[in-house]
């Protein structure tokens, strides 16, 4: 464990100032970054809502113009969803998640500050699109054929696609980040049954990313294709599917909701119990049901297609998969409501959030189960009633989540109280503002107002209740004043917070506010789930009536990196195939497989490949055995097939031009030099990975510093090899067709 | 109640379709406001009694219950599964499938930004407004022309989306003579929210007048008019034919077109377009005034929408308005 953090470099010089922050790799640093940053995009995103309610304040009104309006729209949706939630989450977690489990940093400090950096210039590039002949105006979910060229003919799209792939990779990184330091650098005595819920919860959200974001990130790599190079997934008039962006949207986008939520979640199951005075009751089901959120994610997505023609069998499946997702959600709420029972509750501001979000997210949650119901879906979807449902999770939920763990955390960050007068005012306006915002909504939708209309015409109570929601959510934006004039009054001359204001029970607490760069002097032992409770009550300890036996698999920090990596790869390269199988599935004229490849000379190469993994685990293991001069040749060999490789490929493309063939000539070109052509991009990724590890073997005493490199990347070149098995078969043998 | 049904058209069906739904939705909420009853009483007890007092010691420590755990699984699992079974028949009564190779009685193909509405006996085509006889269960085949989307007349039945290159089935009923309010739900650009429609449903004496009428060609009128009653009316024929409203609207006329035929549906079928209540997808009513405004330039009222400004002298749009007023 330790020796990652002697490996960190250290250089005075950038400690202060304003380059100190730039320079910075210290989480906690990093934290702050993101959380501020967050807000800035949140102060954005809040305006874009203002003025989408000012255009909505009364009928026929000309505020703003209809092409103004659906950009606002999709920036409100894509900020508030890509730029606010999700980066807030993680920063928070970037921040806790070390403190927590006592460690000094995160596993890899290099990576989590670029996780920042390309989440800022992620923002930025969307933004700049405004510059750049407009913003996106496709909607945050972007349906194909809309967001085609043909029909969003400005650079918006081009944008939002290039923004999302940054901010997706950031995303990624971020939460392999998290899953290596979780899985490697706890304190002693922290089993993985002791975690503190938010960071289990933020754990089995890393996962639920590296899952999820690659669906987004093929996806959009394919409307980006379509959109760049005229290519045809998604445009229906070139015999491309409409419907398979949807899938292969929603198979990311329903994930995305939890992803949304399990952070919240977690923030929720530290702050009822410590104003409760109680331990959290049930953690292994609380703990439990997040897995079982997680896992039933994936088989949900559809849910958001009831209304385009499913057939019955497939509607009644997504019906009972969405319905399934209740009980564990459920489970997680009672037992909040367990813990409150009995206890001793004080409601500071971040308490009475906490409750609110009980509340709210009851009522998101049961319009939830409601469109599971598919006939309601079918009556209510894409109307105001599914606006109010997921601004209730996600507003209602997850953002006041996030207030109350701001009100908790705030201290710890700091080192000062936010005022828990101010805190007061701004929960009051948050909480009449958001219900009358959103609630009224509800009533829209069964009215018939369909969302996203940038105007409407003068029906009955259309008008009055529009009215009532705009002016909430100008109350809802003085709540947001008050929270940013509390931080600036609080760090300017608040309250001196001390290590442990709150009298709460896990490490974060046990060091100073704010914490020291190096976290922890000294972590307390570690024997339950309360180590701070324990110390406090040794009579009482939590060992003593409830014993958690400890006891971890361990994991090298390396590895489990590459390992997440992988999955997340094999997850873009699953989608890649998928979509060359649906779409080389129909009777389409022009090229196909058959007709245009030659699976021998292709096979030639293909043994290239598959002989250079075998070439490179000979090279690891004389690299083991410290014959380092057999381990340069077989490296050799190993670059030497793998360029084999990339020439077959290169002469089989120039062979596939010279007949006309390119990615635009029709679906079977269209998704073949895709799924190859990023195959091609990986060998190549690996390859430049090769020639560094051998330029580095070269030098003097080199050879022998690169053996925590050289497993890793071995782990990635036999991964490539694996994919391109399945490209070969699915592709050239054509075994599922 | 009956008061609340008719504001809310979700919870005002007129046909046995969009009564299914009601009736579930109806059911499904109560059941919610059950579950929400139980939680906000729980948590409000917390708030009354477990209210921490100065001085309080700390409270007994309480690290959870298994058979309570099994409790609230057990529980709202049974209330899903009677929901899963509500839902299964909720979709057979909303929207049953129809019956293997039934034709469709009418075809509503989605446009950028209007519906057009072909009825498939009669041949007759038409745009925004759907007149349907009362008490007849019509199945109508969606369509798109370009993106994607969404048929939804709240009070008639299920919403169901118009994807291009996968048709859907949906049935259209009303049981009750009215005019019903309709709209795109599914977001489809810039003037997503003037998409909108009526169903007008008549009894069946009065679809059948208005389906002969419309099923008539625009000559009639036109004769009727003619010989030099007005001039103007000659005027805007010519206009019309001559400029390039021509290729993209269609007037079925038996005068020999001096241009091209029109592309197909490219643009409202306009040969009874003075029967119509509003034009453009509902963003203005359909007079004589509207009329001209609408012609002088288009850009004005629906910016975005598919018909440019022509650039039209006064009298060329006077000319148009008065050959238009007869297409009845």
Redesign the interface.
């Known amino acids: 464990m330790s020796e990652s953090i002697a490996k960190v470099p250290h250089d005075e010089s950038l400690e202060h100032g304003l380059l100190g922050w730039v320079g910075t790799i210290d989480h906690k640093r990093i934290g702050i970054l993101y959380l501020v940053t967050t807000l800035g995009f949140f102060l954005i995103g809040g305006v874009e809502a203002l003025l989408i309610r000012i255009q909505l304040a009364r009928p026929e009104n000309n505020f703003l113009s209809p092409e103004v309006y659906n950009q606002i729209f999709t920036m409100h949706g894509t900020t508030m969803i890509f730029l606010v939630v999700m980066p807030a989450l993680i920063g928070f977690a970037n921040y806790f998640i070390p403190l927590m489990i006592g460690a000094r940093d995160m596993a890899f400090p290099r990576l989590n500050a670029m996780s920042y950096w390309l989440l800022l210039f992620g923002g930025l590039l969307l933004h700049f699109s405004l510059v750049a002949g407009g913003a996106p105006s496709a909607g945050w979910f972007t349906y194909a054929p809309l967001s085609e060229t043909p029909f969003s003919s400005t650079k918006g799209t081009d944008y939002w696609v290039l923004a999302l792939l940054v901010m997706g990779v950031g995303s990624v990184a971020s939460a392999i980040n998290i899953i290596a330091t979780v899985l490697t650098l706890r304190a002693p005595g922290l089993t993985i049954r002791r975690l503190p819920l938010f960071v289990w919860m933020v754990f089995v959200n890393s996962i639920l990313i590296i899952l999820a974001m690659p669906a987004l990130n093929a996806s959009i790599v394919m409307l980006l294709i379509d959109r760049q190079l005229d290519a045809h997934f998604f445009l229906p008039a070139n015999g491309g599917s409409a419907l398979i962006w949807q899938h292969f949207f929603w198979t990311f986008g329903h994930p995305e909701v939890y992803i949304m939520a399990l952070p919240a979640f977690g923030m929720i199951s530290e702050v009822i119990p410590v104003f409760s005075r109680k331990p959290i009751f049930g953690y292994e089901f609380v703990a439990a049901s997040t897995v079982a959120i997680s896992i039933l994610s994936f088989g949900v997505w559809a849910h958001h297609m009831f209304a385009v023609g499913l057939g019955y069998q497939g509607n009644l499946f997504f019906a009972a998969s969405s319905m399934l997702i209740a009980i564990p959600t459920g489970v997680k709420i009672f037992n909040w409501i367990a813990t409150m029972w009995g206890g001793s509750i004080r409601f500071t501001t971040a308490m009475l959030f906490a409750m609110a979000f009980l509340v709210e997210f009851v009522i998101g949650g049961l319009s939830g189960v409601m469109f599971a119901v598919a006939p309601i879906d079918w009556a209510l979807t894409d109307s105001y009633f599914v606006v109010a449902h997921f601004h209730y999770v996600l507003f209602g939920g997850t953002l006041f989540a996030m207030m109350a763990g701001t009100y908790y955390w705030f201290p710890k960050m700091s080192g000062r109280m936010l005022s828990e007068k101010w805190g007061r005012v701004q929960f009051l306006l948050l909480l009449v503002g958001f219900n009358m915002t959103f609630f009224v909504q509800h009533f829209l939708g069964m009215m018939g107002m369909p969302r996203r209309v940038f105007t409407y015409p003068d029906l009955p109570y259309w008008g009055a209740l529009n009215m009532i929601s705009t002016v909430g959510a100008f109350i809802m934006g003085a709540g947001m004043l008050v929270l940013v004039g509390n931080i600036v009054m609080s760090l300017l001359r608040g309250e001196r917070a001390g290590d442990n204001p709150w009298n709460a029970w896990t490490l974060e607490w046990a060091t100073t506010s704010p914490p020291p760069e190096h976290n922890f002097d000294r972590v307390p032992p570690v024997q339950g789930r309360r180590p701070l409770w324990d110390l406090a009550n040794p009579d009482k300890a939590d060992w003593k009536f409830k014993k958690v036996e400890g006891g971890d698999p361990s994991f090298g920090k390396n590895r489990t990196c590459m390992f997440s990596f992988l999955v997340s790869e094999a997850v873009f390269f699953i989608m890649l195939i998928l979509s060359y199988l649906y779409f080389n599935s129909g009777k389409f004229g022009g090229p196909t497989a058959s007709s245009s490849l030659d699976a021998f000379k292709t096979g030639i190469y293909t043994i290239c490949l598959l002989a250079s993994s075998f070439t490179i685990w000979l090279a690891e293991k004389y690299h083991h055995r410290k014959q380092f001069a057999a381990f340069r040749g077989w490296l050799v060999v190993t670059i030497l097939l793998g360029v084999v490789f990339m020439a077959g490929q290169g002469a089989e493309y120039v062979g596939l031009f010279d007949r006309g063939i390119t990615v635009s000539t029709n679906l079977f070109a269209t998704s073949f030099f895709t799924l190859t052509g990023f195959h091609g991009l990986h060998v190549c990724v690996g390859l430049v990975a090769l020639a560094i590890l051998l330029g580095l073997a070269m030098a003097r005493d080199g050879a022998k510093m690169i053996a925590p490199a050289l497993g890793t990347i071995g782990l990635y070149w036999h991964f490539v090899d694996v994919v391109w098995i399945v490209v070969f078969s699915v592709v050239y043998l054509k075994i599922l067709s | 109640m009956n008061l609340v049904a008719a ?5 005002d069906p007129v046909s046995p379709q ?1 009564a ?3 009736d ?2 109806i059911a ?2 109560v059941a ?1 406001a059950f ?2 009853a139980i ?2 009483t ?2 409000g ?3 009354i009694r ?4 100065p001085g ?1 010691a ?8 298994t058979r ?2 099994i409790a ?2 057990i529980a ?2 049974l209330l ?1 599964l009677w ?2 079974f ?3 028949r ?2 057979t ?3 049953p ?1 129809p019956v293997a190779g039934r034709e469709p009685d009418l075809i509503v193909v989605g446009h ?1 930004w209007w519906w057009e509405a072909r009825y498939v006996k009669s041949g007759v085509i038409t745009a925004n407004e759907i007149h349907i006889p009362v008490g007849k269960k019509l199945l109508v085949r969606l369509e798109s022309a ?3 989307h ?1 048929f ?1 007349a ?1 009070q008639l039945g ?4 118009m ?4 048709p ?1 089935t949906i049935w259209l009923q009303a049981d009750k003579p009215g005019t019903y ?1 309709g ?11 003037w998409m ?1 429609f009526f169903v007008i449903a008549e009894s069946e004496k009065e679809f059948e007048a208005w389906e002969k009428n419309e099923s008539s060609s625009a000559r009639f009128h036109l004769v009727k008019n003619l010989p030099g009653v007005d001039s103007r009316i000659h005027e805007g024929w010519n206009a019309f034919h001559e400029m390039t409203c021509a290729n993209c609207h269609a007037i079925t006329d038996e005068y020999p077109t001096k241009v091209s035929t029109p592309l197909p549906n490219a643009a409202p079928n306009l040969t009874h377009i003075a029967s119509r209540r509003t034009l453009a997808g ?1 963003v203005i009513e359909n007079n004589p005034a509207n009329l001209r405004r609408w012609l002088k330039n288009p850009q004005l009222i629906k ?2 929408c598919k018909m440019p400004n022509l650039s039209l002298t006064d009298e060329q749009v006077e000319n148009l308005v008065a050959y238009f007023e007869t297409l009845k």
């Open positions: 504001a809310l058209p979700v919870l969009a299914a739904i009601s579930l939705f499904i909420t919610c579950i929400f939680v906000t729980l948590v007890a917390c708030i477990f209210r921490s007092k309080d700390e409270p007994r420590q309480v690290y959870g219950n309570m755990e609230w699984t709202p699992f899903l929901m899963f509500m839902t299964a909720g979709m009564a909303s929207n499938d950028q370009d993106v994607i969404d939804w709240p299920p919403k169901m989306d994807v291009p290159g996968h859907n309010d709209a795109c739900a599914e977001y489809c650009g810039n003037q997503h929210a909108r509902g910016p975005g």
